[in-house]
Structures are given as C-alpha cells and as structure tokens.
C-alpha cells in the first residue's frame, strides 16, 4: 500500500513539474484591445443628417484607387462632418493613404477639382460644418479615427495597433536583426513582432514577456536599438522607432525615438509626433 501510494506522489509530482514548464515556456500572444470608447460615434439615429450617394464606392476605388473599400457612410452631427468607410481583411498601405488624402485633400482643404468625388452634394449645396472626422473601420472594427477641427486648426489622430493586419506586418534585414538581438541579449521567455503604422514614417516594436521588464533590460532595448537603426537614411520607415512593452497582453510601457537631427527618446505619445515634419530634417 506504501509503495502504491508513493508512485501516485511521485507521479503527479512530475504532472505539477511538467505543467510548470510548459507554463514558462508558454506562447505569448498579442491580444486584440478595444478602439477606446470616446471614438466611435454614440448619437441616436435621430440626430443624423446623412449624405446620400450611392455611386461613392465606386468613385472612391476608380478614381482615388481605394480598392479594397466596402461601404462608406456620410452625416451630419451638428456642426460635425462624419465619414465611416468600411474596408475588407485586404485593407493595405496604399488603402489608407488614398482615403487619407481624400479626407485631407476634399474634406479639409476643400480642393474639389473638376473629377468626380464621393458626396458630391457636400461641394455642390456648399455644406458647411465646423470639423469633419474619418473613421476607418476593418472586419467591423476601429481602426483608425481622425479629426480635424477648422476653429482649432488641429489634427487627432488614433490608430489601434493591436488588431493584426497582414499588410501592417513589417520585416527586413535591420529589424530583424534587431529582434534577434533583443532575444538573444535579454535571454528572457518572449515575443517580437514589427509592425509598420499606417500613419507612416514609422515601426513599432511590439514586445511581450512573462514579466515586467526592468530598467537595465529596458536600456539594453535601447541600446540595441540605437546601435542598428539610428544611422539608418531610410525616412520611410525609421524616423520613428517604437517601442511597446506588454505583459500577459497588457501594455504597461511605450517610448518612440525620434530619429530626425535631434535624435532622442521620447515617452511622447507617437500619434501626436509630426514624423513627416521630423523626416524633413533627413533630406
């Protein structure tokens, strides 16, 4: 009976040690996170003027080459102009710099031209509204807010950077030696992945361990970082560079450097950064 009992001991002794290896070693995942709530648009129905035209997809892929473009939507909120364009899983790079430059080329700067553009009736019954806002949306969710704000003469710009895109994912030669780099100095259970902003001029690192990173493990990413990238002349894709620490998919920490004439490292909100302003310095 002894014996017995001893060999079910040490059995699930080695279950308990098996299972605490496998938990240390454990994939870590990046998790999708929720668009925050102040941007999306609660108003009731009611309280909506809508724009209607019913050629605007077409227009916005044939003549503004926005291939993978769905649906649109256009209304008024008082004072407000609201644009929601719906794209599909092939949203890429090219998408969204073309419906920005829509949004910033006809909506803000108002420069209609003699072609055909989406809501013609905003030109044509001179519709005046005090802001106008983007919303880009893919697979039904948040994916970028913009605003500009004619009173205040300001952009706000959001980007959720946790919903995986394809054409989002980024890799060459110095970002992936970077990776390996930070693997292997930081010998730590973890997980890297590059992304490249749609708001341009930029990657971002994505890092998640098992635990929060501590200061020296924080300044070896730097180091590393500043040893292979920063002599980099490439203004499209490393005038900022971005750090974010996650743990159990969890963001806790997030710096950028800013690789203009003043280089540095800023714990600045990247979003609000002016990266084509700072790659003007690199030309």
Do not use: H
Not at 13 to 25: A, L, V
Not at 100 to 106: A, C, P, Q, S
Not at 172 to 198: A, G, H, W
Request: hydrophobic share 35%; charged share 25%.
């Amino acid at each position: 009976m002894y014996k017995k009992y001893t060999q079910l001991i040490f059995g699930l002794m080695i279950i308990i040690i098996f299972t605490s290896c496998n938990d240390s070693k454990k994939s870590l995942m990046f998790n999708e996170i929720q668009t925050p709530s102040n941007y999306f648009d609660t108003t009731e129905e009611n309280d909506k003027i809508y724009i209607v035209d019913e050629n605007a997809v077409n227009i916005f892929k044939t003549f503004f080459q926005i291939e993978n473009i769905d649906n649109s939507l256009c209304y008024l909120v008082d004072d407000k102009l609201n644009i929601n364009v719906y794209f599909n899983d092939n949203l890429n790079a090219n998408d969204i710099k073309n419906i920005e430059l829509y949004f910033t080329k006809i909506l803000v700067l108002k420069q209609y031209g003699s072609y055909p553009i989406p809501y013609g009736d905003l030109y044509n019954k001179r519709v005046k509204y005090d802001s106008c806002v983007l919303r880009i949306f893919t697979i039904d969710k948040l994916l970028i807010y913009d605003e500009y704000d004619f009173n205040s003469n300001n952009f706000e710009y959001y980007e959720n950077m946790s919903i995986n895109i394809d054409s989002r994912n980024y890799n060459d030669d110095y970002s992936l030696n970077v990776m390996n780099k930070i693997s292997k100095e930081l010998n730590r259970n973890l997980n890297i992945v590059t992304v490249k902003p749609f708001k341009g001029y930029a990657i971002m690192f994505k890092i998640i361990t098992n635990e929060k990173l501590g200061k020296d493990d924080i300044d070896l990413i730097k180091e590393i970082i500043e040893t292979n990238l920063t002599d980099r002349a490439d203004i499209n894709s490393y005038v900022g560079i971005i750090v974010e620490l996650s743990i159990d998919s969890e963001k806790y920490e997030e710096f950028t450097y800013i690789n203009g004439i003043n280089k540095r490292w800023t714990e600045e909100n990247w979003v609000t950064i002016d990266f084509v302003k700072e790659a003007m310095t690199l030309e």
